[in-house]
């Protein structure tokens, strides 16, 4: 999608850990409203700045967003599990090819991308494969704007959105409004083009 942080990041070499460590984070925000200071904490813990290149303020606010997106997930995942008409929203900056190796087509009227399965190690057709037989709706957005559009058009119970933790909590408000219950995967890489997110952290959110 687009890029709202003024900074961008990639999380995956990254210790596994440290995923590990913000779902138990967000896990007690969830349970007990707060977590407490830990982000400057983990930063030297698993020597996010090193990693990343990242200033600690930025490393902070991204600390932050992603520790949110677990604490809510927790919260919305009781009320998710029980919806029937699903919707999956991926960023069209994950596709393998951003160029005309990629063969899918864009539909303005959606407005999405459909995806023609062209690469079998493409993480967005992985994505939209298994969603598909899980009975998603799939859209493959170029564009976090689209999110409000789509909502409010389909009608959606419950939706599954990969994006980068700061447009994911913006989102989060749109599917507050709506009372559409809502599941989110971060981006472990952000940008323009190439970005990328865990597909089986995905897989195990669907």
């Known amino acids: 999608m687009s890029m709202p942080y003024k900074f ?8 596994r850990f440290f995923f590990t460590e913000i779902a138990r984070i967000g896990y007690q925000k969830g349970l007990h409203k707060k977590a407490g200071r830990t982000a400057q904490k983990m930063i030297k813990q698993f020597k996010l700045q090193e990693a990343t290149g990242l200033n600690v303020s930025d490393a902070v606010l991204l600390l932050q967003d992603l520790i949110e997106l677990q604490a809510r997930n927790l919260l919305e995942r009781e009320k998710f599990v029980q919806t029937r008409k699903r919707a999956l929203f991926l960023p069209h900056c ?4 951003m160029d005309s190796r990629c063969k899918a087509i864009f539909d303005s009227n959606i407005p999405s991308y459909i995806c023609a399965h062209c690469s079998p190690d493409c993480s ?7 969603a ?10 170029p564009g976090g704007s689209c999110v409000p559009k789509i909502l409010k058009t389909r009608q959606y119970e419950g939706v599954v959105g990969v994006a980068c933790g700061e447009e994911i909590r913006i989102s989060g408000e749109t599917l507050k409004e709506l009372g559409v219950a809502g599941q989110a995967v971060p981006l472990i890489k952000n940008g323009c083009a190439n970005t990328a997110f865990n597909v089986e952290t995905l897989l195990k959110t669907l």
Do not use: H, M, P
């Not at 994950?94 to 090819?97: E, L, P, V």
């Not at 967005?124 to 298994?130: C, D, E, K, L, Y």
């Open 8 to 15: 961008t990041f990639d999380l995956s070499k990254v210790s």
């Open 94 to 97: 994950s596709r393998k090819y």
């Open 124 to 130: 967005v057709n992985r994505a939209v494969s298994v």
């Open 132 to 141: 598909e037989k899980k009975g998603y709706d799939v859209y493959i957005l």
